[in-house]
């Protein structure tokens, strides 16, 4: 049975959400943006908040 100490806390799960919401917006950019420069950084910006999203829930989760 594992216990949790008193200072965890639900850090990494509220940064995740926010990067993932981000994420989406970036996604959604990559989607409507008028060029293809501007998609390729609108999915480069979506691929990167994605990792770093992941990276957070892992990190302080």
Do not use: K, N, R
């Amino acid at each position: 049975m594992t216990t949790q100490s008193a200072d965890e806390t639900d850090m990494g799960v509220g940064i995740g959400i926010v990067l993932g919401l981000v994420t989406v917006a970036a996604a959604a950019y990559a989607f409507v943006s008028p060029g293809q420069f501007q998609t390729a950084v609108g999915f480069g910006a979506a691929v990167t908040l994605a990792a770093t999203s992941v990276a957070a829930i892992h990190i302080w989760g």
